[in-house]
């Protein structure tokens, strides 16, 4: 161990100098000198050694002075400090302990005595640095656990909340889909008879133009001609419906359509507006707020090869974020005080035509520059207890960066709104 030691003795009488490094080479240490205190503080900035043996009395700055300099640096404050000195009073002997010496050696010393003292403390060094090191490393793999832990989770929750949505809409859209089926098939039918029965009806009308009393009774009763008038629009109001409820089970099943093992075509137009479809309740006037208007400016862009079900939730996290948002705007302000709550979605190719970016910005009340550095963390929320788990977002960019290569960044100020970028890439990597 002593031949790549390093020893700096530090004393103002050559006979001492000479001595101690002779003794210090024959055990195999390495040995620099200094006469005096600030000799030696020059020395160590270039030259650092393993261990500091230093003389109390000293021209200039004495020992103690040279020793409290060097545990006020931190380069040099770890340095083991072995006194040395013909001083044997108590006083002497806590006053240098307490400028933080290790050890303490009275001359006259004996050869083997301050070489047994040297290498106990030497070792008690090289142990203390090899625990450090352990230290640090045990903490650099505690670190990379801890993320691979949060990674997991974020893939564990983000694959057990796709599974149970494409449960719950495959159950859904049975459901629906069979009564929707029933009444779409027999709507034309229906119209039909209806036709046919108020045709029949006119040639009674032409052929009897003079009913009876008991007949224009219940004609006046049932309102005929009203009744002529508007069953047609009923019907037609109920084909209206039955799209509609096709078009939210199509929303439905496309928003939580189930991934294959590698990305595939989609247009993302059609992924936000099936979020948008699913959302339209939160979108709607109510009691405290007006209505959050969605103004969409789709560019010309090509389709995207993409994880379809996991980029829809992408959407559905941050669109869900811009509602909540403005929903905290007017648990701030008055709603007299709210002209418009309005999202705004932009897609866009980039000057590098193979990236594609969406644009998502409220005109809610902006974030603080410390939420925005944490917005992405993985279990960080502003919301109440309750109110939010810190996962949306963080899934939202593990999935966007990880899975499909792309980048997340947000621009915020406060009171004036948040806007999210998605850039992905047109055609992206496989990842497994």
């Known amino acids: 161990m002593s031949s790549s030691l390093k020893i700096l003795v530090v004393d103002d009488t050559p006979a001492n100098l000479e001595v101690i490094c002779e003794t210090l080479g024959d055990a195999g240490y390495e040995v620099i000198t200094a006469i005096d205190g600030d000799r030696a503080l020059r020395r160590i900035q270039t030259n650092l050694p393993d261990l500091i043996l230093l003389d109390v009395q000293m021209p200039g700055i004495d020992g103690f002075e040279t020793c409290q300099r060097l545990k006020a640096d931190p380069a040099t404050a770890n340095i083991p400090v072995i006194f040395m000195t013909a001083l044997s009073d108590t006083d002497s002997k806590v006053k240098g302990f307490a400028l933080g010496a290790v050890d303490y050696v009275t001359k006259p010393f004996q050869e083997q005595e301050m070489l047994a003292r040297v290498k106990t403390q030497l070792q008690l060094w090289q142990l203390t640095k090899n625990l450090e090191q352990h230290i640090t490393e045990r903490t650099a793999e505690l670190k990379t656990a801890l993320d691979q832990l949060h990674h997991s989770q974020l893939q564990l929750v983000q694959s057990e909340k796709m599974s149970a949505l494409g449960n719950l809409v495959a159950g859904v859209a049975h459901e629906i889909n ?61 084909r209206e419906g039955v799209n509609r409820i096709r078009n939210i089970s199509t929303s439905l099943r496309t928003f939580s359509r189930a991934d294959c093992d590698r990305p595939i075509p989609f247009n993302i137009h059609e992924g936000i507006d099936s979020t948008l479809m699913i959302l339209q309740h939160r979108l709607k006037a109510n009691e405290f707020r007006p209505a959050i208007e969605v103004i969409k400016h789709y560019g010309e862009i090509p389709q995207i090869e993409c994880y379809v079900g996991q980029l829809n939730q992408v959407f559905m996290n941050i669109l869900a974020n811009a509602i909540d948002a403005l929903e905290e705007v007017t648990q701030k302000r008055s709603i007299e005080n709210i002209k418009t709550n309005q999202i705004t979605i932009c897609t866009q190719l980039t000057d590098d035509p193979q990236l594609v970016q969406l644009r998502i910005q409220d005109n809610g009340i902006g974030m603080s520059q410390e939420v925005k550095q944490r917005i992405f963390d993985n279990l960080f929320t502003t919301k109440d207890i309750g109110k939010g788990t810190g996962l949306g977002l963080a899934i939202a960019y593990q999935i966007v960066t990880e899975k499909h290569n792309g980048l997340l960044d947000v621009n915020s100020t406060p009171g004036q709104g948040t806007e999210f970028l998605v850039t992905l890439p047109v055609k992206t990597q496989v990842i497994y």
């Open 178 to 238: 069979n009564p929707v089926g029933f009444i779409a098939g027999n709507l034309q039918p229906a119209q039909d008879y209806v036709q046919n029965l108020l045709q029949l009806i006119a040639l009674y009308q032409q052929e009897l133009p003079h009913p009876s009393a008991t007949l224009q009774a219940a004609i006046d009763k049932i309102d005929l001609d009203y009744l002529q008038e508007d069953l047609p629009k009923l019907l037609i109001s109920m």
